[in-house]
């Protein structure tokens, strides 16, 4: 035959994702869907699951980047015939629909959300898109999250609300003008899509640890003076904790050569007094001043752990003023004067007996 094969022409009705998102899942029909040419209804949907990439345990008072691993797991699970091809071109029509109705279970334009349950854990990034995945692919790329974990954050199980919204094809129109040996000539391929939205749960843990605060500090410290500081730690974390060394680094107008104190053993809930003797400058304003510190411990699996920094606030007084010197002084002068006033009785005494 001499004749002349048009190209295919594939007219689709609602391809571009950007546009799905803004239409209502499970609608009806497309306005230029003709259902009169519909051969088949086919049943099945994508089915993305999602996985934590490298484990799921992090520790608190980290920011993290969370790889989220996608698979669809779409099938079709049935179909139903909605007329009978009655001749050659007709059956044509209906094997090249099935064969199209097999992309119904494709996500496709994947956008994910990560959204934290707990204000103990932020989620720092938007959404991240995710491409398209035929049945029983995943991503060949993880979907990357960033999530901030408070310092004050309990040892626990935190879920993690991960929201997918993805185009799948709903329904498959074929028509066209004749069959010849190498197919359908002016094949028309009308595609219907439809907005699909999953929310998967994804479990993190924030592992058990020991932790420090600061619970109380006293210190009787005087420009130009040497005295002692005195800090109280507890241990408000899940795990106990052996040979615990505080080491503080000090800078004007305090110095010392007194920098570590150990604090031994503490379980948790316990607490106890580091100790140390500083010298402050004699030009030290009278004000609160921030010492830095840190603990140094062996942790339950017999591994060194240094904490971040825990600041010390202190305040220095002012050298003794002129009525406090006064008083002193004046002190001084009673001793001295009871003495002399002994004395001159004495000597009295012994004038007295001689004569």
């Known amino acids: ?123 720092k990034s938007g959404p991240q898109e995710a491409g398209t995945l035929v049945s029983g692919q995943q991503t060949e790329e993880p979907v990357k999250f960033t999530i901030e974990i408070a310092k004050n954050a309990r040892a626990g199980t935190y879920p993690l609300l991960l929201n997918l919204i993805y185009g799948y094809q709903e329904n498959v129109q074929i028509d066209g003008r004749n069959t010849t040996d190498i197919g359908l000539t002016d094949l028309e391929v009308g595609l219907w899509y439809e907005i699909r939205s999953q929310n998967l749960t994804l479990p993190i843990v924030i592992k058990p640890q020991a932790d420090f605060s600061i619970i109380n500090v006293t210190g009787n410290l005087k420009a130009g003076k040497e005295g002692l500081l005195y800090v109280t730690y507890k241990n408000i974390g899940e795990l106990p904790v052996k040979d615990a060394t505080v080491r503080i680094s000090v ?14 053993l503490l379980e948790p809930g316990e607490s106890s007094t580091a100790i140390f003797k500083l010298k402050v400058d004699s030009t030290a304003t009278s004000k609160m001043y921030g010492i830095n510190s840190e603990i140094k411990y062996e942790d339950i699996d017999g591994h060194e752990q240094i904490t971040d920094n825990i600041k010390i606030s202190i305040e ?6 002129a009525s406090e010197n006064l008083m002193k002084y004046a002190g001084i002068i009673i001793v001295i004067g009871f003495a002399i006033i002994l004395v001159f009785g004495i000597l009295k005494y012994k004038k007295k007996s001689g004569s």
């Open 1 to 123: 035959m001499d004749k002349k094969i048009n190209f295919t022409r594939i007219i689709t009705l609602m391809v571009l994702v950007p546009l799905l998102l803004l239409t209502n899942a499970q609608a009806a029909f497309p306005e230029y869907f003709d259902i009169s040419k519909n051969y088949y209804t086919v049943y099945g949907s994508p089915d993305v699951s999602a996985s934590i990439l490298g484990g799921a345990e992090f520790s608190r008072g980290t920011t993290v980047t969370i790889n989220i691993n996608l698979n669809n797991k779409g099938l079709i699970t049935g179909f139903r015939s909605e007329q009978e091809a009655n001749d050659e071109f007709e059956q044509s029509l209906q094997e090249t629909e099935m064969r199209y109705e097999g992309q119904k279970t494709t996500a496709i334009g994947i956008v994910s959300t990560l959204v934290s349950l707990n204000p103990a854990i932020k989620v």
């Open 316 to 321: 220095t007084l002012p050298a003794g003023s």
């Open 251 to 264: 800078s004007d107008p305090f110095s010392t050569t007194d920098d570590q104190a150990f604090i031994g």
